[in-house]
């Protein structure tokens, strides 16, 4: 230690003691507790100045600083500089958090990063020249802290602002036997800010709300009474809190009703079951009908966490609907129109959403004849017909016409025809009586006996989709009642349709990016034999399953097949990056574990939260007849013999891209003429049939059957076993790899 400076004492350094003198720190804002943290710090490191940062959980881009500063006067000169939300001025301890390892700065100002921040502090107007200044002699170290979750928490620097006092970096060790505590205590106090803040909010809402909220505890007392609730029942909410609602109840609520012994019982009897929900009609003395919900509160798990009460006055709607019945007589005709509306607001309502739950154009061409037929009584016969960019309506479904019928039914959109004048004017055409109308011709609705028919247009956005003909063979069978039910039909199929090919258009993109993803060919090795399948699963999107296959410079072949975790786009993005890493590094690294662990700590720098990669990566050598692989997580592969025995390739290590630092191992197998290596991904073992998986014994069986076969027909093969046992669709994308030795 540098002359001056106080020795520090065995104990202050002791992990477990510093673990309780920082959960000792005052609950507090985020940036004061940072603040008595980074003061402990010095305690015990006597340093000019101790910086703590601590990145915002919601706002990774966001960073709170604490500081502690000595007494020394380039200390307290630069004291006033320091701020928890501002640009820190010493850029040592974010050198270290993104390095993710202790950091060194024997003299800061010469650092290029130290460099480059000052001018950009400059550039905003702040004290550049005065830190510099003040820094000029300044040198330091900093290490980072971090939790399993949160690794990129935080660090803790350490600055010597003179330079014959320089900090020593034997303190390097001891810092970082302080840093779990250290981020223990920086997370719990960011954890009670966040609960701070959520807490600020619900109080915010409750206290905005029209209606009376009254919550309480698992203890039965009164925690959060806002003050609409204090006016239905004429209370004052604020020195009633943490009063026990018991006492509460039978004190000064239950007499604000008429009733005030039945709410009582009714009350106390919900509060003996705190898991029952009720909701009570009770008219206060003064006359007011109130509605009193009660429900139990849970956590996210399910488990209670106290009780909420919501008192809404409801006087006004019960006061008109004693008006509303006193007018029944002489509204009955009214209320029996609107009865129907209502029935067809909620036919409408179902019809819009089986429409929308369809994924393909043809299911809501169907729906939408379907649901015609159904809320226009009278309709016999029912067509969508669509405009093709080449400018004619074609029929894409029907009821109810002859076939011959139907193949006539084609029309130029630019003609005279009503056709041609509903797609043009974007309006719907009603036809009374077809005999009688001189624009109807005669070409379809004579041969089928239609009297009076309906087209309605289809429009999605700005553009003209097609139109729905419902047709019936009674004159005047449609009138307003209809036209406002089909117009609206049509208005909720527009909106699937645009779905429905808004989702095609992206099928569409998904399996051309899968497929542009997948090895394009596999290579040719003296030797062996190969063969690869990819299938996505029924319905799926892009998804995170690949295989790949290269020539290593050596002449060996490397055979790669993994799953990412997760689905889309992004999924198919790290399988992107995973698999060009893995050749990148397969032309500088042989060894399987080797490559695997390099492959893990790219991974694990660049992967989102909670994403990891399985991987089963194989080196044949047909010169030694030998396979070298290394397993990262993944299901294992299966070895064939030649008489058709079966061996699988167990023992795996952890996934990648989970942690950095993970060991992984290679193992050596025979590999000679004859033999077949098989592998593959979960969802080939995990195909289900009700309770029941594929799994191992259901591929040992397949592999069993077709270990004869060439390469590309045993994939084949095995994935249709797969298939067959879940009724023919699977749940999860599938990759298989096979490999076979053959002569040299």
């Keep these: 230690m540098a002359s001056g400076q106080a020795e520090r004492t065995p104990a202050a350094l002791d992990p477990g003691r510093w673990f309780g003198r920082l959960a000792s720190v005052a609950e507090a804002e985020l940036g004061p507790a940072l603040d008595e943290i980074a003061e402990r710090v010095r305690e015990a490191f006597p340093a000019d100045v101790v910086a703590v940062e601590l990145v915002e959980e919601a706002s990774p881009g966001d960073v709170i600083h604490g500081y502690s500063v000595g007494d020394s006067?380039?200390?307290?000169?630069?004291?006033?500089?320091?701020?928890?939300?501002?640009?820190?001025p010493i850029g040592l301890g974010e050198a270290a958090r993104r390095a993710g390892r202790?950091?060194?700065w024997p003299r800061l100002v010469s650092e290029p990063e130290?460099?480059?921040?000052?001018?950009?502090?400059?550039?905003?107007?702040?004290?550049a020249g005065t830190l510099h200044r003040l820094m000029l002699d300044a040198g330091g170290l900093a290490v980072p802290f971090g939790t399993p979750q949160h690794p990129g928490l935080g660090s803790i620097a350490l600055v010597s602002l003179a330079r014959d006092r320089p900090v020593p970096e034997a303190w390097i060790p001891e810092l970082e036997a302080l840093a779990a505590p250290i981020a223990m205590a920086a997370r719990t106090h960011q954890l009670a800010a966040r609960t701070r803040r959520t807490r600020q909010t619900l109080e915010g809402v409750v206290s905005s709300s029209r209606m009376g909220v009254l919550v309480s505890d698992l203890r039965g007392r009164l925690s959060i009474a806002n003050r609409a609730a204090g006016e239905l029942l004429g209370l004052d909410p604020e020195p009633l809190l943490g009063m026990p609602v018991r006492e509460l109840l039978a004190e000064r609520v239950k007499w604000r009703f008429t009733n005030p012994d039945e709410y009582e019982a009714r009350m106390l009897a919900l509060y003996d079951d705190p898991a029952r929900e009720d909701e009570l009609d009770v008219e206060t003395v003064d006359g007011q009908t109130i509605v009193h919900h009660t429900a139990p509160v849970r956590d996210v798990s399910g488990a209670l966490i106290g009780r909420v009460e919501i008192l809404t006055d409801v006087t006004p709607a019960r006061q008109a609907l004693?008006?509303?019945?006193?007018?029944?007589?002489?509204?009955?005709?009214?209320?029996?129109?609107?009865?129907?509306?209502?029935?067809?607001?909620?036919?409408?309502?179902?019809?819009?959403?089986m429409m929308a739950s369809a994924l393909t154009r043809a299911d809501i061409h169907e729906h939408l004849l379907d649901q015609a037929m159904r809320l226009v009584p009278g309709c016999e016969k029912a067509a969508v017909l669509t405009l093709e960019r080449s400018g004619m309506v074609v029929p894409v479904a029907t009821h109810g016409f002859a076939d011959d019928t139907v193949r006539r039914m084609i029309f130029n959109a630019a003609g005279e025809g009503v056709i041609g004048r509903v797609l043009a004017s974007r309006r719907?055409?009603?036809?009374?009586?077809?005999?009688?109308?001189?624009?109807?011709?005669?070409?379809?609705?004579?041969?089928?006996?239609?009297?009076?028919?309906?087209?309605?247009?289809?429009?999605?956005?700005e553009r003209v989709y097609g139109l729905l003909s419902v047709n019936s063979a009674r004159p005047r069978a449609f009138g307003e009642r209809e036209l406002h039910v089909l117009t609206e039909l049509c208005r909720h199929a527009a909106a699937a349709l645009q779905n429905a090919l808004q989702y095609e258009q992206e099928r569409h993109i998904a399996e051309t990016l899968q497929q542009a993803l997948l090895a394009e060919e596999l290579p040719e090795v003296p030797g062996l034999q190969l063969a690869a399948l990819y299938q996505?699963?029924?319905?799926?999107?892009?998804?995170?399953?690949?295989?790949?296959?290269?020539r290593l410079p050596d002449g060996r072949l490397a055979l790669l097949v993994g799953d990412v975790s997760g689905?889309?786009?992004?999924?198919?993005?790290?399988?992107?990056?995973?698999?060009?890493?893995?050749?990148?590094?397969?032309?500088?690294?042989?060894?399987?574990?080797?490559?695997?662990?390099?492959?893990?700590?790219?991974?694990?720098a660049r992967l989102p939260e909670a994403s990891l990669v399985t991987l089963l990566l194989a080196v044949v050598d047909p010169a030694l007849d030998e396979l070298a692989w290394c397993s990262a997580g993944h299901p294992p592969a299966v070895l064939i013999a030649p008489d058709g025995a079966l061996r699988t390739l167990e023992d795996p290590d952890p996934p990648c891209g989970?942690?950095?630092?993970?060991?992984?191992?290679?193992?050596?197998?025979?590999?000679?003429?004859?033999?077949?290596?098989?592998?593959?991904?979960?969802?080939?073992?995990?195909?289900?049939?009700g309770m029941e998986e594929f799994g191992e014994e259901g591929l040992r069986a397949a592999l069993a059957e077709a270990a004869r076969e060439e390469p590309a027909s045993l994939a084949r093969s095995v994935y249709g076993a797969a298939r067959a046992f879940a009724g023919g669709r699977l749940s999860d994308d599938v990759a298989i790899a096979v490999a076979r030795r053959t002569g040299r």
């Design 567 to 604: 689905k889309g786009v992004e999924a198919a993005g790290i399988t992107a990056m995973v698999r060009y890493m893995a050749e990148a590094l397969g032309q500088r690294v042989g060894d399987p574990a080797a490559l695997v662990a390099e492959l893990n700590e790219l991974l694990a």
């Design 658 to 689: 989970a942690f950095t630092g993970l060991r992984f191992r290679t193992h050596r197998d025979r590999f000679a003429p004859g033999d077949v290596l098989v592998a593959y991904t979960d969802g080939l073992i995990e195909a289900r049939r």
């Design 322 to 353: 004693a008006d509303a019945q006193r007018l029944a007589a002489e509204r009955a005709e009214l209320l029996a129109r609107e009865e129907r509306r209502a029935q067809e607001e909620v036919a409408l309502t179902r019809a819009a959403h």
């Design 73 to 88: 006067p380039a200390a307290r000169a630069l004291a006033p500089l320091l701020t928890p939300d501002g640009l820190d």
């Design 428 to 461: 719907p055409f009603i036809c009374n009586d077809s005999e009688t109308d001189a624009r109807v011709s005669s070409r379809i609705v004579r041969p089928e006996g239609i009297r009076s028919f309906m087209h309605v247009p289809l429009i999605l956005g």
């Design 102 to 104: 202790p950091v060194v």
């Design 114 to 127: 130290e460099i480059e921040r000052l001018a950009r502090l400059a550039r905003t107007g702040g004290p």
């Design 536 to 550: 996505a699963a029924a319905g799926a999107e892009v998804g995170g399953d690949f295989y790949n296959a290269w």
